[in-house]
């Protein structure tokens, strides 16, 4: 493994001297499955990933995407680490590198010694099994002391681009712990940035790139939903449009003709921010009154302090009306926020529909939802929002608190 090093070694410059928005890595490891785990943990910690699972690849990644960190995983049925460590060398790699295997792993002991006895910036090993807030404090002295800038893109960009993904986080049965569906997020994988959250790059309410924007949640959302069910079983979805999607009879229409078929097809609810559902509600109580004819629901999102503006109606034909996260962290000790909520609750089981409590974040948050009768929760504690295919592995297994 040495032999080609050596000479590579000795024309290898100091820096690369290049400055990145967001530090970048790239995951090398033969096997796909463990490739897209350890992207997944970086990306979590707020790296911008690429994958590899060869030396040629690896050469291809140096050149094209410049990273600050290369993850080498190393098995003894993996890749073949010296051409690795030979292709470092050869295209003066300056940034840091870190491997991953087994804690008597010998190869990854011999791997260590040659990286650094040939200039390479060796990390001290990651042994499996491992928490991530080992491979964070690995790779803190890489990660930004202050978050990165908003960057300026338009979403008409981000859709021609293809950057735009649905993320999920799932909702939670307040009484039995188990999944009862998952709210799709829209997230930007912008090549620079990485992954960017929605208040960077939601379009205003006027803009025309809004029912595009629309347009791509609501088919990539039943694609999704497809992916889900052949995956191990279908998952009742929840996306966000907004009430002036909703305004348009075709958009109507076009939406109730998307809807899947298929007899596990649950049902598709439609979360609206409740200020747009309070100023448009007469015209929201006529959409939902027609959709749900083709198993869709619509949902009034972010309720909060406005909750009387919903009081003396007859009925509404909303299938759930769902707490502001900022009322409902943190509810246990506050006693404001606990009326708010409380108040929600009433008003939602008062018109027979279900009452959902977002923001739950702790359990003192969930003990607080199960008193004050929330039917579904939502909230960092049973889960961030995550990739599809992350969502799919999660689902296989059941959602308990201990």
Sequence with gaps: MEDGIVELAERRPKTFGRRKVKPRACVADGKRHLRAFLAEVLEDLGFVTTECASAEELQSVLTSELPDLIL???????????????????????????????????????????????????????????????????????????????PAVHVGEALHAGWLELWYQPKIDARTLIRNGAEALVRMRHPTWGVVPPAYFIPEEHDPHLRDLSEFVIERAM?????????????????????????????VRDLCRRMPTHPAFGGLTIEIDSEEAIRDLDLLV??????????????????????????????????????????????????????????????????????????????????????????LVQGFLFGKPMPLKKFARSTLTRTVIG
């Design 223 to 251: 694609q999704d939903w497809h992916y889900l069910l052949e995956q191990q079983s279908p998952v009742d979805l929840a996306i966000n449009l907004p009430a002036s999607y909703l305004k348009e009879p075709q958009a």
């Design 286 to 375: 006529e959409v939902a009154r027609e959709v749900r004819l083709h198993n869709i629901g619509l949902s009034i999102d972010n309720l909060g302090a406005n909750w009387p503006s919903l009081m003396d109606r007859d009925k509404i034909p909303f299938i759930k009306l769902k707490a502001d996260r900022h009322f409902v962290t943190g509810s246990g000790t506050d006693r404001l926020k606990r009326t708010v909520c409380r108040h929600i609750v009433e008003l939602s089981h008062g018109y027979g529909v279900h009452a959902v409590a977002e923001g739950v974040e702790s359990r003192a948050d969930l003990v607080t939802a199960n008193e004050l009768g929330f039917d």
């Design 72 to 150: 080498l995983g190393i098995a003894a049925d993996g890749i073949e680490p010296g051409k690795f460590l030979e292709t470092l060398v050869r295209e003066a790699f300056d940034g840091r590198v870190l491997t991953v295997g087994a804690r008597e792993s010998i190869i990854v002991r011999a791997v260590q010694q040659v990286g650094e006895e040939y200039g390479l910036k060796m990390l001290p090993p990651l042994t499996t099994p491992f928490a991530a807030e080992t491979l964070r404090d690995r790779v803190a002295m890489l990660l930004p002391e202050e978050p990165a800038p908003s």
